[in-house]
């Protein structure tokens, strides 16, 4: 089924796609914006905005306000990031591209399983930027918007490069960071990890797969995850974390190297250890009576402690039964 096929399926007119952008980055507002589309549109390439270049992104940018029935973008601030933190943050985000809206729209699908809290019918799509046209498009919008902000952001504090990293933990922001410290648009609170190294430099002696264990369990506990499980073991089988969220439960296998390699690091997870993490799964299941949704994810971790950047990536594999 094709993004507008998925859209088409939900028989309503005035369907609304919201996204967020800017949930990671160590500094910057968090972005998020709505979209309606009509019934006929042409906009070429449409996709989830991780998976476009920056220039598909832009080109897109400009095609949907201009063919959108509706779209607002909206964000939260650095400072209600800090206060309410960043998921909550991510939400009154989500919130305020609704209420821009000049059009009330009436189904709302919303990119992930945390409701914002709309008060209008709404519907949570899991991977939404890469299954619905009016999730992609928001994404694309609440994306640009931000890396924009970002550029903006650069001008005024040139000595961070702001405009190559977009904010992002990167090795380049870190080694900034080390030179200038922290400037007023940091998120203090996600430089904990980063703080606690140049402190305590011990630190960095712990074994670097279970810094990265740490690092990962820290980014999902900062998306609403709980950490229910860490480096848990059976008989015939074991999974480096087990995090839940609303009614999905996720197995996640952590991959960290000190620096990228031409083969990623998710190669590691052979079939073999993907059966491992089925074993262990299916035991905590039978144990904990759970009745969730699965998902099997892995993280690849690479830096060392206080400098670490990470992809995640949702549904990575599913084991063989």
């Not at 007023?184 to 980063?194: A, E, G, I, M, W």
Request: hydrophobic share 40%.
């Amino acid at each position: 089924m094709t993004l507008r096929e998925f859209d088409e399926s939900m028989y309503t007119d005035l369907l609304c796609g919201v996204d967020e952008a800017g949930r990671g980055p160590l500094a910057g507002d968090v972005y998020a914006a709505a979209v309606i589309l009509p019934k006929e549109y042409h906009l070429e390439g449409l996709n989830d905005s991780k998976k476009l270049t920056p220039k598909k992104r832009d080109r897109l940018f400009d095609e949907i306000r201009a063919q959108a029935v509706s779209f607002c973008i909206a964000k939260a601030t650095v400072e209600e990031i800090e206060s309410l933190n960043i998921l909550n943050a991510a939400m009154l985000a989500m919130r305020r591209a609704v209420a821009g809206l000049k059009v009330v729209p009436q189904l709302v699908l919303v990119d992930g399983n945390r409701d914002p809290g709309l008060e209008l019918p709404t519907r949570l799509i899991v991977s939404g930027d890469a299954t619905s046209a009016s999730i992609a498009a928001a994404s694309v919008l609440a994306k640009v918007a931000r890396d924009r902000s970002m550029e903006e952001l650069a001008k005024e504090y040139p000595q961070y490069q702001f405009e190559k990293h977009k904010g992002y933990g990167t090795a380049l922001h870190y080694a900034m960071l080390d030179a200038y410290g922290e400037s007023p648009v940091h998120r203090h609170s996600f430089l904990k990890k980063y703080y606690q190294v140049k402190e305590h430099p011990e630190l960095v002696k712990k074994p670097l797969g279970l810094q990265g264990e740490d690092f990962t369990a820290d980014w999902l506990e900062s998306r609403g995850y709980s950490v229910l499980e860490r480096q848990y073991h059976t008989r015939l089988g074991e999974v480096d974390l087990i995090a839940q969220k609303g009614e999905l439960l996720c197995f996640v296998e952590v991959k960290t190297r000190s620096q990228r390699r031409e083969e990623p690091a998710r190669a590691a997870v052979s079939k073999a250890k993907q059966k491992k993490v089925a074993l262990a799964a299916a035991e905590y299941l039978q144990q904990h009576s759970a009745r969730c949704s699965v998902r099997f994810d892995v993280a690849e971790v690479y830096g060392r402690a206080g400098r670490f950047t990470m992809e995640y990536l949702e549904n990575a594999f599913a084991p063989e039964d």
